[in-house]
Each structure stands twice: as structure tokens, then as C-alpha cells.
């Protein structure tokens, strides 16, 4: 039975619009081998997967870095470049002390939770959304990882900590082409986390001019970016002074990230 529902799944999937097929199909398998379900609740995949709902939104949860994070329209779905973000920033820590790093802009708490899970290090995590913050605090409890969850604009609520490592995955849509994103973006994901102003770069502009004084003498910064960013953060990162370490590409070759320094 469970070949004869994939297989439906899988060639719905194939006509619905997702940027990572392969990643959905290996969540959707995840879940029938992993979840009681009765036929009812496997119609209703079926039904949202016709409508254009994300997998992650009709199951609830989706898989990053293999931790179960949950999901609802309260947050953003984490994409493979925030996985690799994420591993990236696994790598570096894991390769000297740290007395803390801070997730800014937190979200589902995807990367917080995966760092702490897989590094000793403290974790810090921040978000202007309270919502969204109740989604981490639960992705934080059901993987059994301490992060210090806090809520507020940026930098604010950690005014006066200092961190060896920043992660972020900012909003950084331009706001004149949110109405263009694909709609398993547009219709699900929450305004505040992918509105980046007029340019898209208010984040980033922000983030760089500020993040500095947050950063043990040494200590780096990790950046999401979108495929078409990556000379505009690159000037950004010119002009506020910052070195770049690394540049973090996708599967299409397009930079997505930055490790800066």
C-alpha cells in the first residue's frame, strides 16, 4: 500500500510547483514510513499536494539536517541553502571554541536547534515574532536542546552580549516582487520573514553595519542571501568593512551565502 500512495505522491509532485522535488519526495517517503496515518489523512496529502500546499505545511513538520522541525504558516520553510548555511556553520564550530553563538531572525528555530543539537556550543536565538517564536521554542523541546529563545527587533535583545558566531537568514525579497515568488512561497510564508524592503537588502545592510559590535575579536558571520544578491552583499560587505572567507553556492552554482569575517 504504501508504494501504491508514494507513487500517486510522487506524480502529483511532479506537476505541483517545488524547487527541491527530490528533498520533497525524500520527506514524503519519511513520513509514510514514520507516521500513523490512516487513509483519510493520506487523501488530505494528496488533496493539498492538487492545491499547491508545501508538503511541510500539510504534514506539519519537515526535515533539516535530519531533525523533524516543526512547520506552520507562522514561519518560513526552511530551503537547502539554509540547510547548507547551517552545515557550514556545523563545520566551523565545531572546529575551535566557542563561548555562544546567536541565530538572528530565528524563524522556525531550524538553524538554532541543529546547531545546538550537533555542537557544544550556547545558543542564542532571536525573533521579532512572538508566533514564530513559539514554533522554535517547540522545535527546541521536542529535539531536547537548550536554546535561549528571545524576542525583539535584530540586534535589541542581546544589546551588550558578544557571540563567536553569527548565523542569519534575513528577509531579503525585494518587497515589489513578493507578488512574483512561486506560491508555495507567496501564499504560505509569513510577510515578516521575507519582506527585505524597497531593495531586499535592508536586512543585510542592517545586519553588517551593526553586527560587529556582537562578535568576539575573531568570531564570523553567516548569510543567506538570494541567487541574485550575491554582488550587491558583496558591495554591502565592502563598504561596512567586513572580509569574505567563504561564498556558499547552491546546486545551480548560483551564491546563496557568505561566511565574513
Not at 513559539?134 to 536554546?147: L, T
Amino acid at each position: 500500500m504504501r508504494k501504491v500512495w508514494l507513487k500517486q505522491i510522487q506524480s502529483l509532485l511532479k506537476k505541483a510547483e517545488t524547487e527541491d522535488l527530490q528533498g520533497v519526495l525524500a520527506l514524503v517517503s519519511f513520513h509514510l514510513d514514520h507516521a500513523s496515518y490512516r487513509e483519510k489523512e493520506l487523501e488530505s496529502i494528496l488533496d493539498g499536494i492538487r492545491k499547491n500546499i508545501p508538503i511541510p505545511y500539510i504534514i506539519g513538520y519537515t526535515l533539516v539536517c535530519g531533525l523533524k522541525i516543526i512547520i506552520n504558516r507562522d514561519v518560513l520553510n526552511p530551503g537547502p541553502e539554509t540547510v547548507t548555511l547551517i552545515e557550514k556553520a556545523e563545520e566551523y564550530i565545531n572546529r575551535r571554541p566557542l563561548p555562544r553563538i546567536l541565530d538572528l531572525c530565528t524563524g522556525s528555530g531550524a538553524i538554532a536547534v541543529v546547531l545546538a543539537k550537533k555542537c557544544s556550543v550556547d545558543v542564542v536565538a532571536t525573533d521579532i515574532s512572538a508566533k514564530a517564536l513559539a514554533v522554535a521554542r517547540r522545535n527546541a523541546v521536542e529535539n531536547e536542546v537548550d536554546v535561549n529563545f528571545l524576542q525583539g527587533n535584530l540586534f535589541a535583545p542581546v544589546n551588550g552580549m558578544v557571540f563567536g558566531a553569527i548565523i542569519t537568514n534575513p528577509p531579503y525579497v525585494r518587497s515589489g516582487a513578493i507578488n512574483q515568488l512561486p506560491g508555495f512561497v507567496r501564499n504560505f510564508a509569513p510577510l515578516t520573514a521575507i519582506n527585505g524592503g524597497e531593495d531586499g537588502l535592508f536586512f543585510h545592510k542592517t545586519i553588517l553595519t551593526r553586527a560587529r559590535d556582537f562578535l568576539c575579536p575573531g568570531g564570523s558571520l553567516f548569510t543567506e542571501c538570494e541567487d541574485n544578491q550575491d554582488a550587491e552583499v558583496e558591495e554591502i560587505t565592502i563598504n561596512t568593512g567586513w572580509k569574505i572567507c567563504e561564498r556558499f553556492p547552491n546546486k545551480q552554482g548560483k551564491i546563496r551565502g557568505f561566511r565574513l569575517t
